[in-house]
């Protein structure tokens, strides 16, 4: 009789994505073409993943040993899972830059954090609700911590901005503020949604490109 | 019967009513739009696939491509606290809106542009209220705004548009297409790009275009409504999604085997192949609504 189920799948999934001989579930996967399907996607995405790590672009070794010390902390990553961690490099590799300018240096943690998540999305299932609560929780008080002093700077040089770019920024930020807020209720109300939670760190990443475009008052000033 | 005494003066009335109905809007049209204070214009050879830059804070931004190997430049504003100038660093122009004084007045910062350009010229644009117009340039093209709407005809190459609040309209656009606004709208018109990206967060996105073959198509609000259109013998593979709105489909899709851990779990979704799948087409809304209709 086979003792893993669908339901089991999943404590079995290291072993079938790592390849490492035979598994319990071997027998399940022969027997089940959804849960074998389900292998392969996931398999398919890992190699392509893989791939992005040998992308040219390489940022700096401290921004690698920060992001990890970082995801070891919400548990999104273990010891083992340095293959991962690698693949986040093609990604970074098409990250604006520009986010670390001595303006918003801050912000550039912000597109980190978010990668970080969107790295973890394949693990997801591992994690259960409380757990997403409480890392979501501690990043977003650390991303509104950093967007912060970005926020009152602009806010103090507001007056001398054209009085429609003014009201645009202060338009926009209001909603982009009012989205944070509307996706942080539903990643509470829900904090397994992916789709939430991709909204959610998109919202912060808006508000952090939000600043940095009026962070820069062009040739002409603003 | 000879006509009555009033006559006379009511006729002299009318005419004098004709000649004021005339006049005063011709007064008032010639008051609304003064000759400009400073006209600028110059002429730069350049050599294959020039780059153009422009900054400027407000007014209007006109670039239309032409056969000569020629940057045309022609601007106009009424301060004159503010110049406009365009210089040459080899294959590079630089057009510029300046300050003069210390304190501009807001209303001070306008100048309009009109700038011909050859048609692979590569054009990097910063206006922040107003308008940019591009008609025929085939060149990649970076353009950034605050409030300007941005309107493209007829154009190629790598183009990224990003506003804060400006509208984006592209009509007959080939080749690869990335937009982001928050607020801003987009529609998309016989578009010809085999790659798009679009992200609003308040703002509707309607695309009618081709979905060519290996094409990516990845449309994505927070809140507004995102309408595709098809044709029967269109070819993609559709995955959308709204979290807390709507989607409705009028594309008979046909339903991937095996894939039944990726069919989204959460919110009203649609998902499946048209024809042969051939571009894959990823449409994604918060609360708002996703239509996918059937071109008329």
């Given at each position: 009789m086979?003792?893993?189920g669908c ?8 072993a079938?994505?790592?390849g490492?001989g ?8 022969r027997?089940?073409?959804s849960c074998?399907?389900l292998?392969e ?6 190699k392509a993943a ?10 700096p ?9 970082r995801?070891?902390?919400e548990?999104l990553i ?12 093609g ?8 986010l670390s300018r ?6 550039s943690l ?6 970080g ?5 394949p ?15 501690r ?5 509104n911590?950093?967007l912060?002093?970005?926020?009152v700077?602009t806010?103090?040089v507001?007056a001398?901005?054209?009085p ?17 807020q509307?996706?942080?209720?539903s990643v ?17 990443q808006?508000?952090?490109n ?5 962070s ?7 | 019967?000879s ?7 009511l006729r ?12 005063v809007?011709g ?5 609304a739009?003064p ?6 214009e ?6 294959a696939?020039?780059v ?6 407000d ?10 190997r ?38 001070d ?6 700038i ?12 922040d209220?107003?308008g940019?117009r ?11 705004t605050i409030e ?5 005809e ?12 400006g509208?984006?309209?592209c009509?007959?656009?080939a ?5 982001s ?8 018109t ?5 790659q798009?990206t ?5 703002g509707?996105?309607f695309f009618?275009?081709e ?15 995102i ?10 593979d559709?995955?959308a ?23 989204p779990?959460?919110g ?13 087409v990823?449409l994604?809304s918060?609360d ?9």
């Amino acid at each position: 009789m086979d003792s893993v189920g669908c339901k089991e799948l999943l404590g079995h999934l290291d072993a079938l994505l790592e390849g490492e001989g035979r598994s319990a579930a071997d027998g399940h996967l022969r027997d089940c073409p959804s849960c074998r399907s389900l292998v392969e996607d996931l398999q398919a995405i890992r190699k392509a993943a893989r791939g992005l790590a040998t992308l040219d672009a390489e940022p700096p070794a401290r921004v690698w040993a920060s992001l990890r010390v970082r995801l070891e902390e919400e548990g999104l990553i273990g010891q083992g899972r340095r293959g991962w961690l690698a693949d986040v490099r093609g990604w970074l590799g098409a990250m604006p830059w520009r986010l670390s300018r001595p303006a918003l240096a801050g912000a550039s943690l912000v597109a980190l954090l978010a990668l970080g998540f969107a790295l973890s999305r394949p693990f997801e299932t591992r994690l259960n609700g409380s757990r997403w609560t409480r890392s979501t929780q501690r990043s977003t008080m650390l991303l509104n911590a950093q967007l912060n002093a970005p926020e009152v700077r602009t806010d103090s040089v507001l007056a001398t901005f054209n009085p429609v770019v003014a009201a645009s920024y202060q338009r926009n930020l209001a909603l982009v503020d009012n989205y944070i807020q509307l996706c942080e209720k539903s990643v509470r109300e829900d904090p397994e949604n992916e789709l939430a939670r991709d909204y959610l760190y998109d919202a912060y990443q808006q508000k952090a490109n939000l600043l940095t475009q009026m962070s820069e008052p062009g040739d002409y000033g603003r | 019967m000879s006509d009555p005494a009033y006559l006379p003066r009511l006729r002299a009335g009318r005419m004098a009513a004709t000649m004021v109905a005339l006049l005063v809007p011709g007064m008032l049209l010639f008051g609304a739009s003064p000759a400009s204070a400073d006209h600028l214009e110059k002429r730069f050879k350049v050599e294959a696939r020039p780059v153009v830059t422009i900054h400027n804070p407000d007014g209007l931004i006109s670039v239309k491509a032409w056969t000569k190997r020629q940057v045309q430049v022609q601007a106009d504003h009424d301060s004159s606290n503010i110049e406009v100038d365009a210089v040459q660093t080899g294959n590079r122009i630089d057009i510029l809106t300046r300050q003069l004084s210390d304190t501009v007045a807001p209303g001070d910062w306008r100048a309009d542009y009109e700038i011909r350009v050859p048609e692979d010229a590569e054009l990097q644009i910063h206006n922040d209220t107003g308008g940019v117009r591009v008609n025929d340039v085939l060149g990649d093209m970076n353009v950034e705004t605050i409030e300007a709407s941005v309107n493209l005809e007829d154009t190629a190459g790598y183009l990224t548009i990003k506003t804060i609040g400006g509208s984006f309209e592209c009509v007959r656009c080939a080749g690869r297409l990335e937009v982001s606004s928050i607020s801003g709208s987009f529609r998309f018109t016989d578009l010809h790009s085999y790659q798009v990206t679009a992200r609003t967060w308040k703002g509707d996105i309607f695309f009618n275009g081709e979905f060519l073959p290996n094409g990516t198509y990845n449309l994505k609000n927070h809140s507004g409504l995102i309408e595709v259109r098809f044709s029967p013998g269109d070819s993609f593979d559709l995955r959308a999604t709204s979290l807390k709105g709507r989607v409705q489909n009028e594309a008979k899709l046909m339903q991937p085997p095996n894939h039944a851990f990726f069919v989204p779990r959460v919110g009203e979704s649609s998902f499946g192949t048209f024809n042969a799948g051939q571009a894959k087409v990823e449409l994604t809304s918060f609360d708002g609504t996703i239509s996918i209709l059937k071109r008329e």
